[in-house]
Structures are given as structure tokens and as C-alpha cells.
């Protein structure tokens, strides 16, 4: 029974801390979770932004008209997942823009979130390639292969790893 007495008629921020300890209504917790969506996306997007400037500039470079049909095919690939990348965490600002103002905060949240993990694969998978190109072009060796694999291990432990480890080791059991 609510504090007051009267079952049911405290607002939903004034029955206490929930489970996560936070005293907030659920459209406060959309908010709560939009803006610290936004922050995670600004700080990706600037990243995503600089090496697909950079990836289209390649193709005017004199260089370019040397590299062979593989090397053309990789630099094809990372430009096509720069732009998939780029769409998908821009894809949150269209989506919050287009469904402001219908009250369906909670639920463009959700997409966000799901549009920004969707672009942070995207975003691994755009690295791979590029760091792929750039090497075979630099090294032009066996170990190519091998320092790309130990990179992509590296990004893949410290974006999803450490987190599920972290989500595992530490999430409160229900």
C-alpha cells in the first residue's frame, strides 16, 4: 500500500526506488535513456563521419588507379559498409524527428538503440575492411591477415565482450 494510505493513487515516481534504484516515471526514464543514447551516438557518428570522408577521398587519389581488382573490390566493400554505418547512426536522429511529438518516446528509444547497436557492428565490420585494405597495400605480406585478425579480436573484446562479461559478472539476478 502507498505511503499515503490510499492504494493506487501515488504517482508512479513516488512509490520509491525501483529495482535500478532510480526514482523516475517512465517517460522520465525515456528521456534518461534518449539523451544518454544521443551522447553514444554523437561521440560514435564523429568517428564513422572522419573515416568515411576519408574512404571517398581514395578513389581521386593517384594511387588508387594502381591497385588491383582485389584491392579495388576491398576498397568497394568498406565505402558500402561506411555508408550502411553512417545511415544506421544517423538512422536514430530521422526516426526521433519523424515520431517526435506522438508520444512515442519510449518506443523510438527501443529503435534507436537497436538502429546505434546495428551501426556499431557496421562500424566493426567498415574498420576490418579499411584496415584490411590499408595493410595489404603497406605490407604487402603473410602477416596481414594475422595483424587484421588480432585487431578485430581487440575491438571485439572491448566493444561486446567486456560488456557481456560485465552484464553477466554483475547484472542483478531476477
Known amino acids: 500500500m502507498p505511503a499515503n494510505g490510499a492504494a493506487g493513487t501515488d504517482p508512479p515516481e513516488a512509490e520509491g526506488p525501483r529495482r535500478d534504484g532510480r526514482h523516475e516515471s ?7 535513456r534518449w539523451t544518454e543514447l544521443l551522447q553514444e551516438v ?3 557518428q564523429t568517428g564513422v563521419q572522419i573515416l568515411f570522408g576519408f574512404l571517398l577521398t581514395v578513389a581521386f587519389t593517384p594511387r588508387f588507379a594502381t591497385l588491383g581488382d582485389t584491392d579495388r573490390a576491398i ?8 555508408a ?14 519523424i515520431v517526435s ?12 538503440a537497436r538502429l546505434t547497436m546495428a551501426g556499431v557492428v557496421l562500424l566493426l565490420a567498415t574498420v576490418t575492411s579499411a584496415l584490411l585494405l590499408i595493410l595489404r597495400i603497406a605490407l604487402h605480406n603473410a602477416a596481414v591477415p594475422w595483424v587484421v585478425g588480432g585487431v578485430v579480436a581487440w575491438l571485439v573484446l572491448c566493444w561486446f565482450g567486456l560488456p557481456g562479461w560485465a552484464l553477466h559478472r554483475y547484472e542483478r539476478r531476477k
Do not use: E
Open 75 to 82: 576498397y568497394v566493400v568498406t565505402v558500402v559498409l561506411g
Open 101 to 112: 511529438g506522438h508520444r512515442l518516446k519510449a518506443q523510438t528509444v527501443t529503435w534507436a
Open 26 to 32: 517512465p517517460a522520465q526514464r525515456a528521456d534518461r
Open 84 to 97: 550502411a554505418t553512417t545511415g544506421a547512426l544517423v538512422g536514430p536522429v530521422a526516426f526521433h524527428r
Open 42 to 44: 554523437r561521440v560514435t
